[in-house]
């Protein structure tokens, strides 16, 4: 009998898993399959995918009935809602991974560019403010 073949994987896309040790957020670093964010307001590590491709940042999360914790694109400054399912929280970080701003977006809307945004990301409407993510607040990716 062989070996059952592996399960198809999005190179693109990076699913949520446990944490290994933490380091500020570089767009440019490779990422393991796994990831999640912190931070020094969250009880604990959210769950975290990783958009980090062209392909992944456009697909964000169309189609979709919601996520279970959050979508980090980069790079990104800005993002629509077009097609999508859900209103979300959308938190803008700059190059240290530092809040800039927080909004909440129904379907349908595009958001304005943030200039010094360099990351965004994205959760269920209502889930920032549990985490305690507003302006201000670094937010650290940790992944394996």
Do not use: C, K, N, Q
Not at 5 to 21: L, N
Not at 60 to 76: K, N, Q, V, W
């Amino acid at each position: 009998m062989g070996t059952p073949p592996a399960a198809p994987t999005r190179r693109d896309v990076v699913h949520a898993g446990d944490g290994r040790p933490a380091r500020a957020f570089d767009a440019a670093a490779s990422f393991a399959p796994m990831a999640t964010f912190t931070t020094e307001r969250t009880t604990g590590p959210v769950p975290l995918e990783l958009a980090l491709s062209a392909r992944a940042r456009r697909r964000g999360l169309l189609g979709r009935d919601g996520i279970e914790g959050a979508l980090l694109l980069s790079p990104a400054s800005s993002v629509h809602t077009f097609g999508m399912r859900f209103a979300i929280d959308v938190a803008y970080l700059d190059r240290d991974s530092r809040v800039l701003a927080v909004r909440t977006m129904p379907p349908g809307r595009v958001g304005l560019p943030r200039p010094r945004a360099r990351h965004v990301l994205e959760a269920e409407a209502g889930a920032m403010e549990r985490w305690g993510v507003r302006p201000g607040v670094r937010v650290t990716v940790r992944h394996p």
